[in-house]
């Protein structure tokens, strides 16, 4: 049983290797990205606040995960920090890395975010804005999705409960069946 779970370790760490390329990502070079998209770019006028990950690495076989480092932005000023982390478990077998934006549509979304640890159950679904062969573009890795170019998404943006999700495929290949769901904790500044 111990030589199985080293196995599995030492897989989902060559897995993970794709992801590791971009964790020192600028946070305002990620903000630019989907200033930029054409899905994302009108939430940015009308949005009470949002989070920013520039880079959440995701990995699995069979079990998986994910986890991000991000900042929290309200009335354009960065009032906190924040961290995401994910279990799923259904067929998946690959590495990613991805950025990804949340973006509160008022006060109450943003304090429901910030209160302690939120979570985004498996209804919650991201729209995907750059190229990429992958399944699991959404919140949960339960749909799949692939878009044109980082200024082309594949499908309208809209809030759900207060929030809107986008994500940038950043590399890796991940292929993907599963069910789970995203844990975000929060930190004032």
């Keep these: 049983?111990?030589?199985?779970?080293?196995?599995?370790?030492?897989l989902f760490a060559i897995l993970m290797l794709p992801a590791m390329q971009a964790w020192a990502d600028d946070y305002s070079d990620t903000v630019q990205i989907f200033r930029d998209a054409i899905e994302s770019k009108q939430f940015f006028d009308s949005a009470y606040g949002y989070a920013v990950f520039p880079t959440i690495g995701k990995g699995g076989v069979g079990i998986g995960g994910a986890y991000g480092k991000g900042q929290v932005y309200a009335g354009g000023k960065h009032v906190g920090d924040t961290s995401m982390t994910q279990v799923t478990i259904g067929f998946q077998f690959g590495g990613q890395a991805y950025s990804q934006m949340i973006f509160f549509e008022d006060e109450r979304a943003f304090k429901e975010f910030t209160s302690g640890n939120f979570e985004f159950g498996a209804q919650a679904g991201a729209v995907a804005i750059t190229a990429a062969a992958q399944a699991g573009a959404s919140t949960t890795g339960s749909s799949a999705g692939a878009?044109?170019?980082?200024?082309?998404?594949?499908?309208?943006?809209?809030?759900?409960k207060g929030?809107?999700?986008?994500?940038?495929?950043?590399?890796?290949?991940?292929?993907?069946?599963?069910?789970?769901?995203?844990?975000?904790?929060?930190?004032?500044?």
């Design 1 to 10: 049983m111990i030589k199985l779970t080293n196995k599995i370790t030492v």
């Design 147 to 160: 878009s044109g170019g980082k200024r082309d998404a594949t499908s309208v943006g809209q809030y759900y």
């Design 163 to 189: 929030m809107a999700v986008f994500t940038v495929a950043k590399g890796g290949l991940m292929y993907e069946a599963s069910i789970g769901g995203q844990k975000f904790s929060y930190t004032p500044r």
